[in-house]
């Protein structure tokens, strides 16, 4: 595979506006291309072609995305940054994730999805930090401030939080 520019990734968003917000704060860049249902942001720090288009929620087809840097450092910059930003995180210390020991920091965007920044301190003989506890690299915990832990979908659960204030979910 040589050639290689960057890696791309595609997603469906519910709320395109909402998600260009969302990824202009988590970057700190504005999209490149913007047309009718439609955002790229080409990213130089991650290397990354992340475009997105607006399409009516189809399930989980993700389990989380992430950002692997190269220290714990570069960890707490990124949470750093995401604060200044004004976006809910959470942060993990020295936990076992596809056995490796790592620290990270977790947002999540307005479709749910599930981001880590995140580095590797060394192997750890677990896959998960409590074993039998769901996905490999989820959070111990979901960002609440950007997406309602408990409902029926997250998109309608945040509609109904930005409208008025409080989730209304159960």
């Known amino acids: 595979m040589q050639g290689v520019l960057k890696p791309h990734l595609s997603l ?12 202009a704060k988590a970057f700190g860049v504005e999209p490149v291309k913007r047309r009718p ?85 060394g192997d750890a003989d677990r896959l998960r930090k409590e074993e039998g506890t769901g996905a490999c690299c989820a959070p111990g915990k979901t960002v609440t401030e950007n997406v309602p832990s408990v409902c029926e979908t997250p998109v309608a659960c945040a509609t109904s939080a930005a409208s008025t204030g409080s989730c209304g979910c159960s």
């Open 37 to 121: 249902g439609y955002a790229k942001f080409d990213l130089a720090a991650p290397s990354l072609n992340l475009t997105m288009q607006q399409a009516a929620p189809t399930g989980v087809n993700a389990d989380h995305f992430g950002i692997q840097v190269g220290s714990t450092a570069d960890v707490e910059a990124a949470e750093a940054a995401f604060q200044a930003a004004g976006l809910a995180t959470f942060a993990e210390a020295k936990t076992s994730c596809c056995y490796a020991l790592q620290d990270k920091v977790w947002i999540t965007d307005p479709d749910g999805n599930q981001w880590e920044v995140f580095t590797v301190l």
């Open 12 to 23: 469906n968003v519910s709320d395109l506006e909402a998600s260009v917000a969302f990824y």
